[in-house]
């Protein structure tokens, strides 16, 4: 049975003032959306929706997939493989986190379907 969750990562701003690189704020409004979604094919697929045409689907190249698969490999047994479906409401390479948007929601997702302590997290 595939269960699937959807997660939504905001964009963010770190070049705030003196704090360059050290103050950061996640912004409303602005963000990905990503569905997280188990499958029986072993390791992480990536499905890029809305906006996400230039979405590496390489799941070694892109963030979600490898934020997943980090996630996944950290839990063993049951779950064979993890869907990945991103969808872009952040443009890449605007300057307002887009990888990791989508990368901390992917992370998210698989968490609340491997883990026993997901609701702990959302």
């Known amino acids: ?12 701003l770190s070049n705030l003032g003196p704090g360059f690189d050290t103050l950061g704020v996640a912004l409303e409004g602005v963000g990905d959306v990503v569905e997280v979604f188990t499958t ?11 906006g996400a045409s230039d979405t590496p689907s390489d799941p070694d190249k892109n963030t979600a997939a490898r934020a997943a698969g980090y996630v996944l490999r950290a839990h063993p047994g049951g779950v064979v493989g993890l869907g990945v479906r991103i969808f872009k409401g952040i443009r890449p390479g605007s300057g307002l986190g887009s990888s990791a948007a989508s990368a901390s929601a992917a992370a998210l997702g698989a968490l609340m379907l491997l883990s026993d302590k997901s609701r702990e997290w959302a």
């Open 1 to 12: 049975m595939t269960r699937s969750v959807r997660i939504w990562g905001p964009g963010s």
């Open 40 to 50: 029986d094919t072993p390791g992480v697929t990536v499905h890029a929706d809305g």
